[in-house]
Structure formats: structure tokens, C-alpha cells
């Protein structure tokens, strides 16, 4: 056999690993500085002859293609190059300390080498196993030559005591260990039409391969990969195998922090295989990866944290920890590392006046957002796994199916001025009773998780955002004797206007009069403006170090709570009556008469938002006075 291809499947594991396949035939074929592809240069391989992507135009059915007279030899050696620099993990230190040695055959020393770990999704496909040899034979366990052969073991131990070096249960001939698992020599009976199929890929062969040596991951959850056939065999084909493995190649991996207790994965996955290569590749590779290669991952500062250059517009990255919340630095990192390459000078504007064609613009950034070459179905798949005794075990697997969308949100709050670094921070808040659990860190983002996810959704935001400065009001009341007891300082307007301009995106159904909004907001403005600039009588006990206005705007939370309680409309205008009556208002009855049942609850809380905004903004105590548990 001399020719073999890895059709498109529309299987997002195996795509990437055969998009991740053919990058690194294109690497081997151009031999640059990539050490760990140099056992390739026999092979003399050239794109188009030996190896290509064929059937783009439609023409056939889409696939990457190999061929070869060493074909075997070829999938074998460019299968463990890509192992060495993506499973083959090591820092800098462990380099130094070189933790391990491999034999000859008699006992001498050849050379020591680092103890590996495996990092992103390598993780969960090997769960770091101990490392093996290329070939079996090369790893045997100490103790079996011990018995076997005294002498033998004694020179080895002589060899690892003169190095320095704690001795492993395995020792290692010829080779040092490689971390990805060995792969099964292929046969022309793994390719052969036959009986057995691949509940994988959907194709049937005469032989298939066990799923071994890998993470309680792979035999729990590829069922999240399969095409919809059993899962109850957990033999594969040889092909889904080596894809599998690839895989690990072609996505984004983050670790919140250094304690690695959880870790993210990112795919992307396209309509095509010349689609998904153009993205993976050329953009990812050359954008959000550009310049951070292995090297790189080894230095102290990353230590394999993570395999992307992460935007820290937002915060730094270890600030987010929650599933959504890191999956919208990922998306802003694209947008702003990948994604912006070759903006146009036309940018989306979103219109002031009465509801016109300009003011959805957005929502299909194609045109506006998107270089030629990213335009077509894309989509965002993301899987968190956790920490669980002593393996890294997934919680969720989701697809992010609007990922234009997701972008195109995020590319029209910048170009609207929307400062999303202090919105996001903004969003932190702990309850008093909270702030010693030791669990804070995380209770503290809880909130922001909840946003980002809903925004990601499209979903509506304004009965968090509403019911945080609320709870934020309660809290500056309480803190007003020591701001360190309160929540911490917070960019209470920054949240005003996202949720303002992020509605009247999501809820254009319910704003049929483009005004509806604003009159709202100004309505809150007025209230809130009101309470603070009352000019009332003596200021009650324990208010002797306030001024007046903060003196108001504690004296005016009876009001704010009557508002807020009020579920019906007709309770709502009697509260509002008060407020107008304590605080001598002149509301406008144009908003309040024209309501619908529908419209009421939305322009309540906008009105809410809006006086809360003016009283927190008041209450806010200084930068310095921040002491939130974290940055």
C-alpha cells in the first residue's frame, strides 16, 4: 500500500487532526528549523506529489491525502516528530536537571533527558501516563532485571547513582521514553474494506485497534466526538486513532493558574477542510500563536500554562477561571490578534436615530469583521475538565454555534467605546459572609461567569446587571462607616452602558420605539438625582461623618426597595407616586402611559439600573479604598 487519505468527517476531533496532519507534512516537505522534523528529510517529501488536500473545488469528496513508496515508515516517523513537540513537554528546568537516563544494551550511560509531562489536551488523552519507548523492547522494568540479570541491574544502578539520578521502575535502552502513546504498526488489513465498523468515523475495515493506554477521558467521553453511531465497542479504526492523536496539535489550551486543577480546550471547526486549515493554520498558527513555540512554552513565565498568547485587555488571564469567562478572553484575543489582520476601512455603526437597516449591521459581521478568507460557517467547541483524585476529568462540552456572532458582539462594544475592562472587573462581588470561605477566589466570579455566559448566548444581561447594583447598594450602605466593609470600588456607568447598548441589540423586538430606553434611563437618572439632592431635615444618628448627599441616598433605600418589590404595574406607578411626592419629581407621563405588559418589566429594571447607578456612583469609595480579594 502506497497511498492512503483522511477524508472531511464533520467530526471536529478528527478534522483538526487531520488539518493538524497535513501542517505537518507541509512542515517536513519545507524542512526549516524544525529540529524535531529532521528524521524526515530521507523521505524528500514534496506537496503535491507525495501528500496534498484535494477535492476543495467540489469536485471530489474533500480529503488530505498521502502516498508514498515508505508510506508505512512515513506515517510511523512523522507520527512521533509531531509527538516530540507536542506531547514531549518540558520545561527549562527539568531540561537542566535532565531527571532521567536511557542505556545501551550492556548498562552504559548514552545520555540523560528530562522527565516530560503532558500538557492541554495531551493531558486528557494520556492522562501523563509514564512515559514509554518507540519500540517495546527498548523499556523494561527494573525489577524483572534484577532478577533476570544481576549483574546487568547493578551497572544500571551504578549509572543512575553516578548521575544523580532517582531511579524509575523503568528503565530505558537505546531511546529516551516518548510521552504519546505507541502507536500500532499499520497493516494493509486496518485499511481493507471488512466487517468491523468504526463507530468513530462510520467506516468499516477488516481490522481495528484497540482505544488503549489513554485517560479514562477517551473511553468516558469521545462519545462527545462520535458520529452519532454506538460507542458500546471501544475499538476505533487505525486512521481514527493517528487523527486522534493529532488533534492535540491543532487547538488552543489554557490552565487558569499554575496549580492546574482545571484546564480549557478550544476547537475550531469549519464546513471544509481547506477552510478549517485556512483558519487553524494560517490564521491561528501565524496570529495568536505567532512567535510562541515550544521554546517559548518552556520558559518560567508560561511552563506550558497555556499555548496561546492571551490579550490581557481585559485583566490579566489568571483572573478568569469560569468557563465562559476565559472562553471571552479567547474570543477577544482572537478578535484582536487573529480576527483584525485585514479589517476594512468600513466599520459597523450603530445608528441614534429611529430604528434603520445600519443598526443590526452587526449581528452578520461577515462583511465588516471577517478577512475574505474566515467568511463561511465556523464554529467554537470548548470542553473544561477538572482536577479529580489523580486524573483531569471533563464537566463540560458545549459548542459555541453563533462564534460571528460572538465576535461581531465583541468588535461592536470596542468600536462603541464600551470600556469592557472595568465592566468585566466591575462585575466581581462577594457577599460579606463570603469573603473568608476558602473558596472565595472563585464565589467572587460567579456573577461574571453567569454574564459573559448569557452574552455569549444572547441572552438578556439586565436582571444580573440590575440585581448586582442593587445588591452592590445594600452593601456601599452597610460599608458606609468603613469602605473596607463595603464591595469595593466599581465602574458603576461601564455596567450601565453595557447593558445598555448589549439590550438594545438583544431586545430590538421589544424596543418598537427607539426612544423606550433612554426615557427609562432618564427616568432612573431622575430619580436617583432627586433622592441625592433632597434638601431635607436633620440627618439621623449615626450619619455624623456622611454628607448630604450620601445622608440621601441612605434615607432613600425604603424608596428604592418599594420600587423594586412592586411586580404589577399599577404597584409600580403607587410607588413611583411616592417617590414623585417625598422628592418633589415632575415625571414625564409619556413612557409611563404608553407601556405594554410586555415592555414593563424590561423598562422597570432599566429604570432601577439607571437610580442605582447615580446612587453607587455616589456611595463608590475611592480606588485606594478597593479591598476586593483580588486584583
Known sequence: ??????????????????????????????????????????????????????????????????????????????YYAMGREVYDTYTHKQMQKGG???????GEVIQAFPKMNTYGFTHLLTNNAQGGTRRKENSRKFKDIENKDPALAARLDAGYTERGVKRDKKVYFNEPYTKITRLDAPTAAHFAPGPHRCYLTGESVKTLVEAQNISP???????????????????????????????????????????????????????????????????????????LGVEQLREE????????????????????????????????????????????????????????PADEEWLDPTELLFPTALRGPLALYFLRAESFAATMRPKVFDKLFNFHYAIGLIGHLQL????????????????????????????????????????????????????????????LLDGLADPKNGPGWKHYSALLHLTELYEKLTNSHIMEQSALQERAIKLGAQIGQGILNYQGKAAEKGTANLGQRQ?????????????????????????????????????????????????????????????????????????????????
Not at 2 to 31: C, K
Not at 422 to 451: G, H, I, M, Y
Request: aromatic residues 10%; charged residues 20%.
Open 1 to 78: 500500500m502506497q497511498r492512503i487519505s483522511f477524508p472531511y468527517s464533520g467530526n471536529v476531533f478528527l478534522d483538526n487532526g487531520t488539518v493538524a496532519l497535513y501542517h505537518y507534512l507541509q512542515q517536513a516537505a519545507r524542512l526549516t528549523e524544525h529540529d524535531n522534523l529532521q528524521p524526515l528529510q530521507p523521505y524528500e517529501l514534496s506537496e503535491g506529489r507525495h501528500f496534498g488536500l484535494m477535492g476543495a473545488d467540489g469536485s471530489l469528496p474533500e480529503h488530505v491525502w498521502v502516498e508514498h513508496p515508505r508510506l508505512y515508515e512515513l506515517l510511523e516517523e512523522l
Open 551 to 631: 445622608i440621601n441616598a441612605k434615607q432613600g433605600r425604603k424608596y428604592i426597595v418599594a420600587l423594586r418589590k412592586a411586580r404589577r404595574y399599577p404597584d409600580f406607578l403607587e410607588q413611583l407616586s411616592r417617590v414623585q411626592m417625598r422628592y418633589g419629581l415632575l415625571v414625564s407621563r409619556e413612557l409611563l402611559d404608553t407601556l405594554t405588559e410586555a415592555e414593563f418589566p424590561w423598562v422597570k429594571q432599566f429604570i432601577l439600573l439607571s437610580a442605582l447607578n447615580q446612587l453607587n456612583t455616589e456611595l463608590n469609595p475611592k480606588k485606594s479604598d478597593n479591598s476586593q480579594p483580588s486584583a
Open 301 to 356: 513565565k508560561l511552563e506550558f500554562q497555556r499555548n496561546f498568547r492571551a490579550s490581557e485587555a481585559l485583566g490579566k488571564p489568571g483572573d478568569f477561571v469560569g468557563v465562559y469567562e476565559t472562553l471571552f478572553v479567547v474570543l477577544h484575543s482572537l478578535r484582536e490578534q487573529v480576527l483584525r489582520v485585514e479589517l476594512p476601512l468600513k466599520e459597523p455603526v450603530v445608528s441614534t436615530q429611529e430604528a434603520e
Open 100 to 106: 532521567n537516563l536511557y542505556f545501551t544494551l550492556t
Open 217 to 291: 477521558f477517551l473511553s468516558s467521553s469521545m462519545s462527545m466526538f462520535n458520529s452519532g453511531l454506538s460507542s458500546s465497542d471501544k475499538k476505533v479504526s487505525w486512521k481514527a486513532m493517528y487523527l486522534s492523536r493529532f488533534a492535540a496539535a491543532a487547538c488552543l489550551y489554557q490552565y487558569p493558574n499554575k496549580l492546574r486543577e482545571a484546564l480549557n480546550v478550544y476547537f475550531l471547526h469549519a464546513d471544509s477542510l481547506e477552510h478549517l486549515h485556512t483558519v487553524v493554520v494560517d490564521r491561528l498558527y501565524r496570529g495568536i500563536q505567532n512567535g
Open 416 to 475: 462603541q467605546k464600551i470600556p469592557l475592562k472595568a465592566a468585566l472587573q466591575s462585575l466581581k462581588v462577594l457577599k460579606p459572609s463570603q469573603r473568608t470561605a476558602a473558596n472565595a477566589f472563585q464565589q467572587e466570579r460567579q456573577l461574571r461567569e453567569r454574564v459573559v455566559g448569557r452574552m455569549l448566548q444572547g441572552q438578556s444581561i439586565l436582571e444580573d446587571v440590575e440585581g448586582l447594583l442593587y445588591d452592590c447598594y445594600g452593601y
